[in-house]
């Protein structure tokens, strides 16, 4: 009985081994797999060809055409508007302050009655003094209230005479080297939203503050119409670089390859072209180009980073 199954084991495995030999035989005549090299390509049995090997990828992008425009640095920062011509007015003698006669906001006039203050003291009576304005003004600040106590050490009102306020600013110690006297620059109030008040700086502290390390700067606005308040806080720019005739392009277009700034063009087969550039100015987002572009030229500024030269584009909008 076991050499019947080795022996029915035995042509089993030469029927699999002669089926194994004939399939081999049949691929070898057949060649199923002939027309796969040119399936790959794209090609089909019979030399036709499939659409993609024809088809041209085409990128998107979007393009801002570099323009010749004015171009300035700023700085921004916010300050205080102050009476720079203001008097401190003081009473001659100590006492009691018997009569006050003005409020801040009020008008006033040389010489005209601001106060009275009693010297007189337990035992000694004297004779009420006078406290007159000194000069022409508005009264900015009243100190004491009638009934205290006043000495000549202690101002009793402050009058300004407010034809000539500016807006004290404080910047920082590393934009010092690009302020000076008559650098342009404007200021923007809250209370007048969308316009814009132009001045020059007037006068740049000889000193840094100790503790911020920042310079004090006064700026004088033009203000024809008085609209500007003692105590209000615009936001101020400076002017300090400026170019009035720069080839701009969107900071947005520009890339990098190492150190070396470039960037993509769109001529008008749609084709596109790398152009190294040199950056002079840069200020928000608008960049200078000195060297390597020119005027009117198709910028791609969206889109870039997918681009090689010679490739084939489509603007939208």
């Known amino acids: 009985m076991k050499d019947r199954n080795t022996s029915k084991k035995k042509r089993v495995g030469l029927v699999i081994l002669l089926l194994l030999v004939i399939a081999a035989a049949v691929v070898v005549v057949i060649n199923p797999f002939k027309n796969f090299p040119q399936l790959v390509q794209g090609q089909f049995p019979g030399g036709a060809v499939g ?13 801002k055409r570099s323009n010749v425009g004015e171009l300035r640095d700023y700085i921004k920062t916010n300050g205080d508007v102050v009476d720079t011509k203001t008097v401190d007015v003081y009473p001659e003698v100590s006492g009691n302050l018997t009569f006050l006669d003005v409020k801040v906001g009020d008008t006033v006039t040389k010489d005209s009655l601001l106060a009275k203050v009693d010297p ?7 004779r009420e003094t006078k406290v007159n304005a000194p000069v022409d003004g508005t009264v900015l600040a009243v ?35 690009k302020v000076a006297i008559g650098s342009e620059a404007e200021a923007i109030f809250k209370a007048y939203p969308g316009q814009k008040f132009t001045g020059k700086v007037v006068s740049l502290s000889p000193v840094l503050h100790p503790a911020t390390r920042t310079l004090k700067v006064n700026v004088a606005l033009d203000d024809p119409q008085g609209l500007i308040k003692v105590g209000m806080f615009p936001s101020v720019l400076i002017y300090t670089d400026g170019v009035d005739s720069a080839l701009l392009v969107a900071r947005e277009s520009i890339l990098y390859e190492g150190s070396q700034a470039y960037v993509y063009v769109v001529d008008d087969q749609m084709k596109i072209h790398r152009k190294n550039i040199s950056l002079g100015l840069v200020v928000d987002e608008v960049a200078q180009v000195t060297e390597g572009l020119e005027n009117g030229e198709s910028v791609v500024v969206q889109g870039q980073t997918l681009l090689t030269e010679g490739a084939t584009v489509q603007i939208v909008d």
């Open 143 to 177: 100190n004491f209230a009638v009934g205290a106590t006043v000495s000549p050490q202690a101002a009793l009102v402050r009058i300004g005479m407010l034809d000539s306020l500016e807006v004290e600013v404080a910047i920082a110690e590393r934009f010092i080297g």
């Open 120 to 126: 007189s003291r337990p035992g000694m009576v004297y």
């Open 51 to 63: 659409d993609s090997s024809d088809e041209e990828t085409i990128i998107a992008v979007r393009v």
